[in-house]
């Protein structure tokens, strides 16, 4: 599909999509326990459906129900083909969830998520019982002591924090800090949800036996994703407001730090119990972000770091360059047609702003998008300043997170045509 997005006159209501974050959590969560639970409001997005298609290869037994999704229980399985698409997320804890319960199993991935890094995940699990080299997998888990690294992604440990408690006697250590913090947050929070608590003592995790997964509810519900909305709030025009609906104001989310973050960029932020409202200033001021804990919410900062007076330094970037695509030469190259100027350092990307002058290129720009947060980047330069407008190619890529993304610009009072191809 193309998508053209023209420079528009954003503002307006909408609601957020579900978190993609939570959504497969509490789907495999409530997967695990073997029971009636309905995980409410899951979205549309590619994630979740290679993740009911996943835990059905593995025996979950449910009915889809509007948005929502009503587990009945699972049946027991040898042999499993699980298909994890595009999902890091899904992939590493499937892969040691799998692992735990001794299932036999092939893994299909796509090639942009095969080719990102796994290895010590993989040695991990082999050097406790499993035999796998990532495609394929046997063997069962044993107890003991897991040291797992974390300098890179904390989806090692979120996959291990779900799978041990199935197997119990365990001690999982982070020797460093794990990045991206939040989102083990978020895991011990679901968990505890499933009635699976762990003991914490800093970055050690410990289990003296086994636990079973008990809803403490039969509805689970899943809250907005502030990531998402980060990119209307990034394209809303200068002296609009932009109000999201569904955005939880005490989230575990770690772009909940959206407030703190834009109201440095001149933003007027306020959080209500029914939703977020940002008012963008005329001009927007250049600023420093720590982005270690928040890999997510870059390019939605990028797009405001174009439109800046001045540089901004995002900070502690370096791990984008193994998301879905290399983020950081994804993002230089999308601002780079946008004629904003973009380095990067090894670790922090360096962009100076136009100061939201209009750009009107003597041609239409055209970006072909592999990675749908930065189609959603483009799309929001595009309806920000850019009088030409800009046609991204594979624009479908954004159903991977936030399948109504174009429909809730054009909510927003965004120009955008479509043209399948």
Known sequence: MKATVFRSDIGGEFTAP????????YLIAAFLSGEKV?????????????????????GAQYDLRGGDVAFSGRKDVDNAVIDCGESA???????????ALGVKARFITSDTLAARPHDSLIKLLNEHGAKTDGVFLSGKLTGGIYEVDCKLTSQYLSGLLFALPLIGG??????????SAPYVAMTLAVLKDMGVEWERRDNRFVLNAAKAFKPRSDKLIIEGDWS??????????????????GLDGESLQGDRRLKEIFSKFGFEVSVDENFVEAKAP???????????????????L????????GVTT????ARLRYKESDRISAISAVLEKFSVSCGFDGSDLIITGNGGKEINTPSRVYIDCADHRIAMLAAALASAYSVGGATLVNAECVNKSYSSFFDDLIRLNGRVSYVDI
Do not use: M, W
């Open 38 to 58: 309905t995980v409410c409001d899951v979205g549309s997005s590619k994630d979740v459906f290679y993740a009911l298609k996943a835990l059905s290869a593995l």
């Open 170 to 179: 365990v001690r999982v250590d982070t020797p460093d800090k794990p990045v």
């Open 18 to 25: 579900p978190s993609k974050s939570y959504a497969l959590r």
């Open 314 to 317: 995002l900070k502690n970037v």
């Open 89 to 99: 997320t899904l992939y590493r804890i499937l892969l040691c969830v799998t692992a």
């Open 228 to 245: 998402a909305a980060a990119f209307a709030f990034a394209a809303c025009s200068s002296g609009n407001v932009v109000r999201a609906k």
């Open 282 to 300: 005329e001009r927007l001021t250049a600023t420093t972000v720590d982005c270690e804990h928040i890999p997510d919410l870059v390019p939605a």
């Open 302 to 309: 990028a797009a405001l770091s174009a439109r800046a007076c």
